[in-house]
């Protein structure tokens, strides 16, 4: 209990602007955004993360790099929220590994043991080597014991030519796995050995979110032999979805090119570059390896113009291209019996701080979410903020001016609140003393 003499007036005044302040940040001010749409959830969904796809005609109204999206639960506050499936898997994260015995017989092969430390799961090793200009078959084996051996794959193939496009692959993709040690075979075929300095290995692919196949017609693909190029304009047949990947189907073989890839809403264009890259082919006797595909951001579009061109060499024939479309999504928590809305074209938002993580298994939460529908797109209307409070209602200035120092007048309630505290203990502590002085005198 407070001290009478306590002023309680200005406590009761400390907490109010305590709990306006907490108010100003909570509440979700809405001006800036110029759509919103309404999120649908059955009601017998339970408790736990959802996933909202975001298809191309509300993507394109975004920023690029979807960091105007918001959630806003039926009491008007921003739900935490995290937007994922906008990059294309990436192959980081890198598992270093212990290169602790390499046997070479000269001309032959060069056999390089790794020690991963335990037994994790892995999907490639990457070779690090500061020799160039090479072709070389790659055995892989595995073991538990550092003993006996496994096969995971014969046909490795890594590559650093300079001429006539720089390339340089020295990933070998495998089978998953779980073994400790891992045996590579370089098959040097008369060369001299590579000069390796390191092994990693690959963990597991992420996923790449939610992907759907798209249908594509061509309606161009001709040849430029003067610059030994070929142009390829397609149409995608459902614009609805965004588009992620683009794969070739060709018979060339023994090629690099440079690829282009552009995307328009009109066959005539203005194109929009997203991709630069290289495609290519290469054989070592009975042994290949190819890179036919590019993935990058997705990209709402109408049409795309791959352009495959290289110094040397003559134009690939491309016999068909593959598309699909990584749809991008926003992921949240949901509590049975709320509503949500979805903002988003906000040119100057700012990026959400610390999203969370997102869910594990994205395209179990995806499917556990089919029943979730987005509403019409409706403009949005901010409300008028309410000024019913006595001290906001006074002035328009004095209201504005109240609302915009919410973080310094909660520093100054908590400032007067503990001097209180200071002050009424101070207090309590003297009339004790004099309570001991008087008993003395006696």
Same mark, same amino acid.
């Given at each position: 209990m407070l001290h009478p003499r306590v002023n309680t007036g200005a406590v009761v005044l400390g907490l109010i602007v305590l709990s306006l302040a907490a108010a100003a940040w909570a509440e979700f001010d809405s001006r800036g955004w110029r759509y919103v749409r309404q999120i649908s959830i059955p009601g017998d969904l339970p408790d736990g993360p959802v996933v909202v796809p975001l298809m191309s005609h509300i993507i394109e109204k975004c920023r690029p790099d979807l960091g105007d999206l918001r959630v806003v639960s039926t009491e008007g506050i921003a739900v935490s929220a995290a937007v994922g499936g906008t990059d294309p898997p990436r192959k980081n994260n890198l598992l270093p590994a212990k290169i602790y015995r390499i046997a070479k017989r000269p001309g032959a092969w060069t056999d390089i043991w790794i020690d991963k430390g335990t037994k994790t799961l892995g999907s490639g090793v990457l070779i690090g080597t500061g020799s160039r200009d090479f072709v070389r078959k790659v055995e892989v084996r595995g073991s538990d014991n550092g003993k006996d051996l496994y096969v995971?794959?014969?046909? =490795?193939?890594?590559?650093?030519?300079?001429?006539?496009?720089?390339?340089?692959?020295?990933?070998?993709?495998?089978?998953? +796995? +779980? #073994?400790?040690y891992v045996v590579l075979r370089i098959h040097d075929d008369g060369e001299p050995p590579l000069k390796i300095e390191s092994v990693s290995c690959y963990p597991p692919m992420p996923e790449h979110g939610l992907s759907h196949p798209l249908s594509v017609r061509m309606i161009e693909n001709r040849v430029d032999a003067h610059r030994s190029a070929t142009v390829i304009v397609a149409e995608l047949r459902n614009n609805d979805h965004p588009l992620s990947d683009v794969a070739i189907n060709t018979r060339t073989k023994d090629f690099v090119k440079n690829v282009v890839v552009h995307c328009s809403s009109s066959a005539s264009g203005p194109w929009n570059r997203v991709f630069e890259g290289a495609f290519f082919r290469a054989t070592s006797g009975d042994v290949g390896k190819e890179n036919l595909k590019v993935a990058f951001k997705p990209q709402a579009c109408r049409f795309l113009m791959l352009e495959l061109a290289g110094p040397s060499g003559p134009?690939?024939?491309?016999? =068909?291209?593959?598309?699909?479309?990584?749809?991008? #999504?926003?992921? #949240?928590?949901?509590?049975? =019996?709320?509503? @949500?809305?979805? @903002? @988003? =074209? +906000?040119?100057?938002?700012?990026?959400?701080?610390?999203?969370?993580?997102?869910?594990?298994?994205?395209?179990a939460i995806a499917s556990a979410s089919s029943g979730i529908r987005l509403g019409q797109e409706e403009e949005n209307v901010p409300a008028p903020r309410e000024e019913s409070r006595t001290a906001m209602s006074e002035t328009k200035s004095v209201g504005l001016g109240w609302w915009a120092t919410g973080p310094a007048l909660l520093l100054l309630a908590l400032v007067i609140i503990v001097g209180i505290m200071v002050r009424s203990r101070r207090m309590r502590r003297n009339r004790r003393r004099g309570g001991r002085r008087l008993l003395d005198m006696s």
């Open positions: 995971i794959r014969m046909d =490795g193939l890594i590559i650093d030519r300079k001429e006539p496009i720089p390339l340089r692959s020295l990933d070998i993709e495998h089978p998953l +796995n +779980n #073994f400790q134009p690939v024939q491309v016999d =068909g291209i593959e598309a699909t479309s990584t749809i991008p #999504f926003i992921a #949240f928590d949901h509590s049975r =019996g709320r509503s @949500y809305r979805l @903002y @988003y =074209g +906000n040119e100057s938002a700012a990026l959400l701080l610390s999203p969370p993580l997102l869910p594990s298994s994205i395209q």
